[in-house]
């Protein structure tokens, strides 16, 4: 049973995307989890000319049915709005929006759809799925880990990409010469168990 | 004004060196924007009150070439004090590489339309590349054409041309010309 719910939480993302899941261990069937925007934060890190810097995209959207007990009908879906990254400084960020980089014209979602997710260790879980960035549609594995206490479960995970996979930075941006190729995405997601809304 | 320029003209030469990581250049990069942008606008200031006030007049005996020469020079100053910050503006606006400009990295200062939106920016960005150097280059030599007049008229010819320029009071008006070579010869 797919228990589907939307919510438009506070959050962010931007070259990235994420992912969360929680889970029921008391419940036998995957449950629904709503994320805590106070509490949660998703994040994305990048190289500018040598220097590290860190972004947060907010808000997005999480539709998050997890039960370790109960991975096969588990699944993540995120919607993020790549034109609330945000990065500390006003030149990057007015760039960060426009055609060379994540052309929030034409393409105003990034999303993260894992079906997929199994037990790699203790409280350790890999969601398998598709990353959608700039249009582009590209597998994309997710591995968190997560702690439960009660309803409330905390989920932390961390990926990298390569920006230019997905056309992230077009013309001279696609070198790596000023902003590095690679992306690090970071996510710390808090969330409670919710009430099932729907079910199919 | 005179400060801004020189470090605009050092600023310039040193970011355009080949071999400098982007770490070095970037930054220098938007301090140029910043300091050209404000160049830009002191300079329209700057010749509003121009053309409003009435310069000192040219020593009486300068010859006429020497006349001409001096306001071909000052025209020239004017015109590309304004020029460069206006073509270097320009050029930002046309550079493949869009970056969004912050002076001083707190105001946002836009792009030029037009320019910002052409299609193909790269024969854009290349052209005024050309002409905004070759007028930095321009600048530099008519700057030091001014200076070394200045320094002429103060040393060789001995007039008040150089002092009257000074930005702090002057010392009881310097004497003619006349006056001091008669002193300097008792």
Known sequence: MIIR??????????ATVLL??????????????????ARSKLGFSGTQVGTQFQGTLTPYTARINFDPADLANSSVHIEIDPASATTGD??????????????V??????????????????????????????????????????????????????????RTDFGVGQGPWTSGDFVALKVDVNIDLVATRGQATTSQ | ????????????????????????????????????????????????????????????????????????????????MLALPLTGWALVS??????????????????????????????????????????AFALIALVCLHAAAALRHHFIVRDDVLTRMLPWPQHPARRPKNSKIEEQRS
């Open chain 1, 5 to 14: 719910h939307n919510r438009a939480s506070k959050f962010s993302i931007a």
């Open chain 1, 20 to 37: 969360v899941l929680f889970g029921d261990t008391e419940a036998a069937r995957a449950a629904q989890w709503i994320i805590d925007p």
């Open chain 1, 90 to 103: 006003p030149q990057r960020d007015a760039a960060l929006p426009a055609t060379e980089w994540f052309d």
């Open chain 1, 105 to 162: 014209a034409d393409f105003p979602k990034a999303v993260f759809d894992a079906t997929s997710i199994q037990t790699t260790g203790t409280n350790a879980f890999n969601a398998d799925g598709k990353l959608t960035i700039r249009g582009v549609t590209l597998p994309f594995s997710l591995p968190f880990t997560l702690e439960i206490d009660g309803a409330t479960a905390h989920a932390t995970g961390h990926a990298q990409l390569i």
């Open chain 2, 1 to 80: 004004m005179a400060i801004g320029i020189l470090a605009m003209a050092a600023i310039g030469i040193v970011m355009t060196r080949p071999g400098l990581a982007p770490a070095q250049f970037f930054p220098l990069y938007q301090l140029h924007k910043s300091v050209g942008i404000t160049i830009l606008l002191a300079a329209i200031l700057r010749i509003l009150w121009r053309l409003t006030h009435r310069p000192p007049g040219l020593p009486a005996d300068m010859p006429a070439v020497e006349k001409l020469a001096a306001h071909a020079g000052h025209f020239g100053l004017y015109a590309l």
């Open chain 2, 94 to 135: 046309a550079s493949v590489l869009h970056i969004p400009t912050f002076l001083y990295g707190a105001i946002p200062w836009p792009d030029l339309p037009i320019l910002s939106a052409l299609h193909d920016k790269a024969p854009a960005e290349a052209a005024l590349k050309a002409i905004h150097a070759t007028g």
